[in-house]
């Protein structure tokens, strides 16, 4: 079975820093660009950030830059997502996906992950 599963997520207070892991099992993500996204309750989803299958490309979202580093380890199956100054609007749950191609739209992602919830509050 193909499956990606998140871990990482929690509760933290603001500025604070949270690492997101996002491991497959069932096939090898050497072949796969990944990507992190976020969607709150009845809210469109986000784009968050996106790594290349061999990571030497990334981007982020505008709201993230700076604060967030997209990395992976194949030899893990893992990729991850360091979040540092952390801040209340970065609540919300966060997906990670695998796609073929390089960093695509959402839709062209085929294989999605349960999510984690992240908590930013005092």
């Known amino acids: 079975q193909l499956q990606l599963v998140e871990s990482g997520g929690g509760l933290v207070q603001p500025g604070g820093s949270l690492r997101l892991s996002c491991t497959a099992s069932?096939?090898?993500?050497?072949?796969?660009?990944i990507g992190w996204f976020r969607q709150a309750p009845g809210k469109e989803g986000e784009g968050v950030s996106c790594?290349?299958?061999?990571?030497?490309?990334?981007n982020y979202a505008d709201s993230v830059k700076g604060r967030f580093t997209i990395s992976r380890d194949n030899a893990k199956n893992t990729v991850y997502l360091q979040m540092n100054s952390l801040k209340p609007e970065d609540t919300t749950i966060y997906y990670c996906?695998?796609?073929?191609?390089?960093?695509?739209?959402?839709?062209?992602?085929?294989?999605w992950g349960q999510g984690t919830q992240v908590t930013v509050s005092s």
């Open positions: 069932g096939f090898t993500l050497d072949y796969y660009a």
């Open positions: 996906a695998a796609a073929r191609l390089s960093c695509p739209r959402m839709p062209d992602y085929a294989y």
């Open positions: 790594i290349t299958r061999g990571g030497g490309g990334t």
